[in-house]
């Protein structure tokens, strides 16, 4: 069965990313953009995990996950190659109902990550539900260099006229007709 795409705010759920080093630095960076309240656990910080947790002022422990660690988090993603870890992880993770995501293992996760782009508010996903993370990838390259890099600044433009005008069909009209004219000046 394919996932589910949902779009949720974060910013106030709390994560654990399990390991520090190439992969787990990849997660971290796509987190980053989306909450501050992350932990990371792991023997072993890349100095890009590092870099990115000194920045950021996260919570880092340089220590082997323990039985227990995923209590008071909402998300956990497990990256790290052992898959018996990731077995463990999950099936802890059904006691409290905290979603997990175990890198290149779907067999123990509640959901994936998908290869995405974002500018600003503007957040562009593309996934295969796990069958081929390199298509997801290669899809996303090729529309990277379609998005307008002005998609943000018009975006805005629509936020505030929202708060400005009143609910009803001549406000979506008038959006209808500033989107069409946008999307024929942007994309060609």
Do not use: W
């Not at 795409?5 to 971290?28: C, E, F, Q």
């Amino acid at each position: 069965m394919s996932y589910f795409p949902i779009y949720i705010d974060m910013s106030n759920l709390r994560v654990l990313l399990v390991g520090g080093g190439h992969i787990a630095t990849d997660k971290l960076n796509k987190l980053i953009e989306f909450t501050q309240e992350i932990t990371i656990i792991a023997p072993y910080i890349s100095p890009e995990s590092q870099d990115l947790i000194n920045q950021h002022n996260l919570t880092s422990y340089t220590r082997a996950y323990k039985k227990g660690d995923i209590k008071g988090f909402d998300i956990v993603i497990v990256a790290t190659d052992t898959v018996i870890l990731h077995k463990e992880i999950y099936e802890e993770s059904r006691e409290s109902r905290i979603l997990v995501n175990s890198v290149d293992n779907t067999d123990y996760c509640d959901f994936i990550f998908p290869s995405y782009i974002k500018q600003g508010d503007f957040t562009l996903s593309f996934s295969t539900s796990g069958a081929s993370p390199a298509f997801s990838k290669q899809i996303r390259q090729y529309f990277e260099d379609k998005i307008p890099k002005n998609i943000d600044t018009f975006l805005q433009q629509m936020k505030e006229l929202r708060k400005e005008l009143p609910k009803g069909k001549e406000r979506m009209k008038k959006f209808e007709a500033m989107t069409r004219e946008y999307i024929r000046s942007n994309f060609k």
